[in-house]
């Protein structure tokens, strides 16, 4: 679970000296990433109307576009930095997350990717409020989809400030503040003027930026080793110091029976949190027809899957050419084995290949987390905006053009608030977070959702039994784990309430997710099962009858 | 051809009851060759990854078997698990283009018209209604 591990942590001397002697050159190319996506999203928000172009991108993208942008939603930093540092350090395990990232993706698109566009029109809310009374249903869906999105939000933006921090050679805690400000004021600039419209354009950018940089490395190391996996392989695990247990699982997870339990709790949460994720559900709403969403989720699997692939090739590449106390030294939870890699494979330090590269991956890790921040934004605002805005607060009289300026003004409440938890949270692990937020997603999105498309007897109270019973016992679980309190790693570690053993939830969450939906469909007695509604939704989402 | 139930003639254009849709043949025909599909198959895939991840687990010495060189089981079964989700992808998009499209769509088609024949008599082609 220590993806994002300490990437809070005191950046110790930079490894990377180059960085600071280059620095130029990579805040050169964020800039030309910055002010090229900015006139993107203005020439995108000049062709923003309608509440359709705002929350949707006026469902004019195509299968691939949209594969694309959901690919650039999906590859966090976590997942770029994260899983290749994660293998660069502890072996075979590492590579374990990027199987649960990618299998996870056959959920969305067996069961929620065409459903969900048939029937919904922004949100994750519509379609659950199709059949259920639609205040209460609506505000438990605004409720879960802020708080997976803040917690998303939360642990990008920490790592952004540190992470960029580090690979710029800032180490005073006023220069890590000022780039989670200059972070957050990019991405509500993204969502405010842009709307959907910007953003996948945004992704679709980064998306093809990550791969390519990533491409790149691959294609370096894999030459280094004459293109011979084996002998990759064989030199990560000498090099690594550990030998053919390098290559093996159990470097991490092995350790006792509760890292063993443990890891079986995330291996759930990933495979099932992805489809509850928000921000990817969105996504299936901005292209015209239900056959473009099979179709774009056909693409994301493509390109996730390849560049997981390549995440291999990072990992153990880093652990062959890198020694593990040049990444520890850098970033105790290898966050930058990636970049290191990087400079190491372009010649070293002193070159200038070496410094292009760096350069290179470091303006793509800012890329990746600049855009996955503003897609959260994005979805929290939507959120606020459709559900809890239009339909719960203004009972559905709001006009499109109030429900608009609503998303606006909650994007940048939002953006607003993640800078401030991002600072405040400067000094926390965030290695929880995003597990966190697959587990809450995975509890109380997921079950709600399933059963609202495919159950007949699902009632409004099995609906807000599951939604608040998943999110309730997640966060519970999780602020009572090691994540928050009890060892050296957590939150607080000064302090020890900590008697849930495991750090994810989803092991007991996931299930108490369905289960409360279950009974609560058994003991409450109103209208939302079968009848006419159900009806009415059973036909339109698998038809695509009358779909927006 | 079939007809369907004319419920609409009758009075001004309310939300349409899909009822009768939703008990026709046609609509349970589809239903049915996609849900006997896809959930057997979800079940699948999700034994086959929990099985993977058991046996990283419980089962080190198998896992730790040498194929070929510096590879072995371990590796191959992770790569088994990018392949098999690459086909399942492959394999309900075919199944779906080929079995499901076509139904649902003769079924859309069909409720549209319907549905804009409803509404034609009292107003000029809004054909959607709110959700």
Known sequence: MSLTHQLAAPATQLAAEGATQHRPLIISLFAVFVVATLAITIWAGRRTKDATDYYAGGRSFTGFQNGLAISGDYMSAASFLGIAGAIALAGYDGFLYSIGFLVAWLVALLLVAEPLRNSGRYTMGDVLAYRMRQRPVRTAAGVSTIVVSIFYLLAQMVGAGALVALLLGITGEAGKNLIVVFVGIVMILYVTIGGMKGTTWVQMIKACLLIGGTLVITVLVFHKFNYNLSSLLGAAAENSGKGKSFLEPGLKYGVSTTSKIDFISLGIALVLGTAGLPHILIRFYTVPTAKAARKSVNWAIGIIGVFYLMTIALGFGAAALLSSKTITDSNAAGNTAAPLLAQAIGGGPDSAGGAFLLAMISAVAFATILAVVAGLTLAASSSFAHDLYANVIRRGKATEKEEVKAARVSAIIIGGVAIGLGIFAGKLNVAGLVALAFAVAASANLPTLLYSLFWKRFTTGGALWSIYGGLISSVLLVFFSPVVTGKETSMFPDVDFAWFPLENPGLISIPLGFLLGWIGSLVSKDEGAGGKKYAELEVRSMTGTGAH | ?131
């Open chain 2, 1 to 131: 051809m079939d007809t369907a139930p004319e419920h609409a003639s009758s009075g001004p254009p309310g939300p349409r009851d899909y009822t009768d849709v939703q008990q026709s043949a046609e609509f349970g025909e589809l239903r049915r060759s996609y849900r006997s599909f896809v959930f057997p198959l979800t079940v699948a895939f999700i034994v086959w990854y929990l099985l993977y991840v058991l046996l990283s687990n419980y089962a080190g010495g198998f896992m730790e078997m040498q194929v070929v060189g510096h590879i072995n089981v371990a590796l191959v079964f992770g790569l088994a698990q990018f392949l098999s989700t690459f086909l399942i992808a492959w394999w309900y998009s075919r199944f779906a283009a080929l079995k499901l499209d076509p139904k649902a769509e003769a079924l859309k088609t069909r409720l549209e018209g319907e549905n804009s024949r409803r509404q034609g008599t009292d107003s000029t082609g809004s054909e959607e209604r709110d959700a």
